[in-house]
């Protein structure tokens, strides 16, 4: 669609690029640029860095749209000098140096907190980091509620950990305080409690935030919203 942003859609932990899938689809059939880069979950500043650098290698204004931990990262790398919006999606949104673990010992814990698994896994040169992610089991119902319970089944066994590292590190930036943003609570969420997502898109003063009574992966069991939400943003750039 030319004269639009670039809208690049950053996924979030215990999931990739494929949970937006449904939204993406729906954005390109209606002619707009879209890209879904890969997140490696290994620590904010790094996850943050690869999208930052990602975003100022594309030509011309980009709308960022975050889901879940992808909220934080954009937190961060929406400070790009052509990101020209922000959307977040069941997201948490950060102050500059704030953490997720401080963001959320603010709130009483989700079904989450009692249903992760840690694995420790290599860094080569020092002591071994260690893995998050969520009970194969409890997986369906914590991170995939709403969906085929097949297909709830196939990403619980494919899901992408987040490094430990991301939960205790501050955010170097807040984006949200200089750009435009919007966002998306799950009011149905049962992996973020959704008054933490309140709570940043409140505090962040953002434009405008809607509320859908589903569950964390919006993306996938209401993508028509979302798509409308990330489309009705970008018309409400300046």
Do not use: C
């Not at 890969?38 to 650098?53: E, H």
């Amino acid at each position: 669609m030319p004269g639009s942003p670039t809208i690049v859609l950053i996924h979030g932990a215990f999931a990739d690029a494929a949970s937006w899938a449904p939204v993406t689809k729906l954005l390109l059939d209606q002619g707009h640029q879209v890209l879904v880069p890969p997140v490696f979950n290994r620590s904010l500043s790094g996850d943050a860095a690869y999208i930052t650098s990602f975003v100022e290698q594309i030509d011309g204004p980009v709308l960022l749209a975050g889901h879940s931990y992808g909220g934080a990262i954009l937190t961060v790398a929406g400070v790009a000098e052509n990101v020209v919006g922000l959307v977040f999606v069941a997201a948490y949104t950060l102050e500059e140096g704030e953490s997720l673990g401080a963001l959320q010992g603010g709130f009483p814990d989700s079904d989450l907190a009692a249903n992760l698994v840690y694995a420790p896994y290599p860094i080569e040169g020092a002591e071994s980091g260690t893995d998050v992610s969520v009970a194969i089991d409890a997986f369906p119902a914590v991170f995939a509620g709403g969906l085929d319970q097949e297909q709830a089944q196939v990403l619980a066994v494919s899901q992408r950990p987040l490094s430990a590292v991301a939960f205790g590190e501050p955010a170097s930036a807040a984006a949200w305080k200089t750009k435009p943003s919007w966002g998306i609570v799950a009011s149905a969420d049962h992996t973020i409690n959704p008054d933490v997502e309140r709570f940043g898109y409140q505090r962040g003063g953002f434009r405008k935030v809607i509320e859908i009574d589903g569950p964390h992966l919006l993306m996938q069991t209401h993508p028509a919203e979302v798509a409308a939400f990330i489309t009705e943003a970008i018309a409400d750039l300046d």
